[in-house]
C-alpha cells in the first residue's frame, strides 16, 4: 500500500511537470550561466585552434570580442539619444533613411534536443543588445530569428521550425511574388499562398520582405526547389531550400536594426 | 556522483549535437545520450523517488532547449517511470533486452513529446514524429553502450540501490 502511494506520489510529480510543460511559455531564468561555461569550455579552444593561437590568446580574443560586442551596443544607444535630442531640439526632421543594421556575432552553444521543434540557443542577450524578433544571419543568408533572450543568452527559431511564419518575395523572371513562407521541417520551407499570375520556377531566388521594423528586407533566403499546385486551385505549393547549410554554423551574426 | 554522471549526459549529448557530422539524421535526430541515460534511470531505481535522478537530467535538457521549461522533466521523469514499470517483463540483463527495452520506452518517449507539442501548438508538422522516432531507433543501439558506460563507471551505483529486476 505504501508502495502504491509512493507511486501516486510520483505520478502526481508528472502531472504537475505536464502541466507546466504545455501552459508555461518562458525558459528557464538559469539558462544564462550555461553560454558563459560554453564558451569557457568549448568556444576558446576552438578559436585557438582556428587562429592557431595559445590558450591565452584565446582568452584574451574572447574578451576583446566580448567587449567590442558590449561597446557597440552603447555605440548604438547613445547615436540613438543623440538623434532623439536632436529631433526634440528641433534641429533635425525625422530621419526617414534605412540605417544599416548593427551585426552582433554570437556562437551557437545548444542545438535543439526536442525532435518536435527546430532551432538553437546563442551566447549573446540583452547584455550586448539583442532583442526578440531579430534576424540572425550567415553572411546575407537568414537563419533563423530571435524569440527569447536572456541577459547572456538568447534562443533562435530556424527558418524551418514548423512554427516559424514570414513574408518573402520570390524573384522570378517577371518580377516579384509576395507569399507567406511556413518551416515544412527537415531543411526545408514551404511558400503557400503566392497567387498563380507569374510563373515561379526551380532555382529562384527568396528573399525577406521589406516592412517588418525588426527584420530587413532583402535577406537571402533560399531557393525554390520544386513548384507543384497539388488541389489545382490556382494556389502554388513553392518548396524553398534554405540558403545556409543550416547545422553546420558554429558562428552566427544577429542583426539589429535599431528600429522596435 | 549520481549528479556528476547527470552532468556528465547532459554535456556529453550536448557537445555531440554542437559537433555531429552534417548529414541529414545525425544533425535533425541524433542519438540521445539523455534518453537512454533516463532509461537507465528507470531499470536501475529502486523505488520511484530515485526516478528524481532522470526529472533532474530533464530539467538540465530544458536548459539546452528551445521548449519551455517543464517539457524534458516530464519527458525524461515519464520515460523512467516506464522503464521502472516495464523491466519485470525484461527477460534478462542482456544487451539484446537493454536495446528491446530502450526501444519501446524511446517510442513511448516519441508519442509522449508529440502530445506536449499537440497541446501546445495544436499539432506538430514538419516531419517532427518520424524525427522523433529516428531518435528512438538510434538512442535503442547506443544503449548497450550507455548502459555499459554507467554500470561501469559507477556514477549512478551509490544513488540507484537496485540492480533492476527484483523489483515487481
Known amino acids: 500500500m505504501r508502495r502504491f502511494r509512493r507511486i501516486d506520489r510520483y505520478l502526481l510529480v508528472l502531472a504537475v511537470l505536464f502541466v507546466i510543460a504545455v501552459l508555461n511559455p518562458r525558459n528557464l531564468p538559469g539558462e544564462e550561466v550555461l553560454p558563459t561555461v560554453y564558451r569557457q569550455l568549448i568556444h576558446k579552444p576552438l578559436l585557438a585552434q582556428a587562429a592557431g593561437a595559445t590558450h591565452r590568446e584565446a582568452i584574451d580574443l574572447v574578451k576583446l570580442r566580448a567587449e567590442l560586442a558590449r561597446s557597440q551596443h552603447q555605440v548604438a544607444e547613445l547615436k540613438d539619444q543623440l538623434g532623439k535630442a536632436r529631433q526634440l531640439a528641433g534641429l533635425t526632421a525625422k530621419s526617414t533613411a534605412r540605417r544599416r543594421p548593427r551585426p552582433i556575432d554570437g556562437w551557437i552553444y545548444a542545438v535543439e534536443t526536442n525532435p518536435y521543434r527546430v532551432g538553437f540557443r546563442i551566447d549573446v542577450g540583452q547584455a550586448v543588445g539583442v532583442r526578440s524578433g531579430m534576424p540572425v544571419v550567415v553572411g546575407s543568408a537568414l537563419m533563423g530569428t530571435v524569440t527569447s533572450v536572456d541577459k547572456h543568452g538568447a534562443t533562435v527559431r530556424r527558418i524551418d521550425d514548423p512554427t516559424m511564419r514570414m513574408e518573402v518575395k520570390v524573384l522570378s523572371e517577371e518580377g516579384a511574388l509576395a507569399g507567406i513562407a511556413v518551416g515544412a521541417g527537415d531543411r526545408e520551407m514551404e511558400i503557400r499562398l503566392v497567387r498563380k499570375t507569374g510563373r515561379v520556377r526551380p532555382g529562384d531566388k527568396v528573399f525577406t520582405m521589406m516592412g517588418h521594423a525588426i527584420m530587413p528586407g532583402d535577406l537571402f533566403v533560399g531557393e525554390v526547389s520544386s513548384v507543384e499546385d497539388f488541389n489545382e486551385d490556382g494556389v502554388l505549393e513553392i518548396r524553398v531550400t534554405p540558403a545556409v547549410s543550416l547545422s553546420s554554423w558554429a558562428e552566427v551574426t544577429v542583426l539589429d536594426t535599431g528600429r522596435k | ?168
Do not use: K
Not at chain 2, 526501444?103 to 518517449?109: P, Q, S, T, W
Not at chain 2, 524525427?131 to 547506443?142: D, N
Open chain 2, 1 to 168: 556522483m549520481a549528479y556528476i554522471g547527470v552532468f556528465l549526459a547532459v554535456f556529453f549529448d550536448n557537445t555531440f549535437r554542437l559537433f555531429a557530422p552534417d548529414s541529414m539524421w545525425m544533425q535533425e535526430a541524433p542519438p540521445s545520450v539523455m534518453l537512454v541515460t533516463s532509461i537507465y534511470i528507470g531499470f536501475r531505481a529502486g523505488n520511484t523517488r530515485q526516478l528524481g535522478f532522470a526529472v533532474l537530467l530533464g530539467v538540465l535538457a530544458d536548459c539546452f532547449s528551445v521548449s519551455p521549461i517543464g517539457n524534458f522533466a516530464f519527458l525524461y521523469g515519464a520515460t523512467a517511470y516506464l522503464a521502472l514499470r516495464i523491466r519485470r517483463y525484461v527477460p534478462s540483463d542482456a544487451l539484446t533486452s537493454h536495446v528491446v527495452a530502450s526501444l519501446f520506452c524511446g517510442i513511448m518517449y516519441a508519442f509522449l513529446g508529440l502530445l506536449i507539442v499537440s497541446v501546445r501548438l495544436g499539432g506538430a508538422g514538419g516531419g517532427g514524429l518520424s524525427r522523433a522516432l529516428v531518435q528512438a531507433v538510434m538512442s535503442a543501439s547506443l544503449a548497450p553502450f550507455v548502459f555499459g558506460i554507467w554500470d561501469r563507471t559507477r556514477f549512478f551505483r551509490g544513488a540507484l540501490r537496485s540492480r533492476g529486476y527484483e523489483f515487481a
